[in-house]
């Protein structure tokens, strides 16, 4: 299957301070990524959905100021968790599509590694 | 409401054993269906996919079956390893870009 790249795996911040997350698909080109959000035990929820080039649509009661998403290229996609919270410690997926355009529908999605992020 | 259910929630078993993961959906229209393996604090990955014309697939020691009509899969797993210990989460893909996530089945395998 196809590869796509978290980073960082883990990251602990300061209260109030921002942290970025990069997606990258490292072998194909991804016109579509997701992002989403893991509490322990529990499944994954979507957030927001970024097409490359356009702004990423949010699912409601995800503030688009806080999670700010950027995919400005075909192959890399950000996060930024804006002003931090403890509240906002969690696992953070990503997961890539590309667009087929024989069949017109978004290939099997491929997700990241994670991100550990805990705000202190 | 979930329209994705998974049972048992858990399971635990004994290394070598064989064991069954369900996932029942009410999810339409129906366009794939995809069990993922996901271990602790890693981001899932993609076991097999199906889509309607599928009746089963297999990768390896793992075997899903999918009944349209009844809209029910199954994830059997033959001959469990230690490692086999992790989240199964089954994915049902109305449209390409619209999932739902079944809660999971955590699968602890014993020595």
């Known amino acids: 299957g196809a590869v796509v790249s978290q980073h960082p795996s883990r990251v602990i911040c300061k209260s109030g301070t921002s942290v970025k997350i990069e997606c990258r698909s490292l072998?194909?080109?991804?016109?579509?990524m997701f992002w989403y959000r893991q509490f322990p035990k529990q499944s994954l929820m979507l957030m927001a959905t970024?097409?490359?080039?356009?702004?990423?649509?949010?699912e409601q009661g995800v503030e688009k100021d806080k999670f700010l998403i950027n995919h400005a290229s075909l192959t890399l996609s950000t996060l930024t968790v804006t002003s931090a919270h403890p509240e906002d410690s969690s696992f953070y997926i990503c997961?890539?599509?590309?667009?087929?355009?024989?069949?017109?529908?978004?290939?099997?999605?491929?997700f990241g590694q994670g991100t550990r992020l805990t705000v202190v | 409401k979930n329209q994705v259910e998974q049972s048992p929630q858990s399971l635990i078993i004994l290394e070598g054993k064989n064991c069954t993961l369900q996932?029942?959906?009410?999810?339409?229209?129906?366009?794939?269906l995809r069990w993922y393996k996901q271990d602790t604090g890693r981001g899932p990955v993609s076991l097999t996919i199906?889509?309607?014309?599928?009746n089963t697939k297999s990768n390896g020691r793992y075997t899903a079956t999918l009944d349209a009509d009844t809209k029910q899969s199954s994830l059997h797993i033959t001959a469990s390893q230690l490692s086999d210990s992790a989240s199964y989460i089954c994915?049902?893909?109305?449209?390409?870009?619209?999932?739902?996530f079944g809660t999971g089945t955590r699968l602890t395998v014993i020595p």
């Open positions: 970024s097409n490359e080039g356009s702004k990423a649509t949010y």
């Open positions: 996932c029942n959906y009410t999810v339409s229209p129906f366009s794939n």
């Open positions: 199906m889509t309607f014309s599928e």
């Open positions: 994915v049902v893909s109305v449209k390409a870009n619209n999932l739902f």
């Open positions: 997961s890539a599509s590309k667009y087929d355009r024989g069949s017109y529908r978004l290939t099997e999605a491929f």
């Open positions: 072998d194909f080109q991804a016109t579509t």
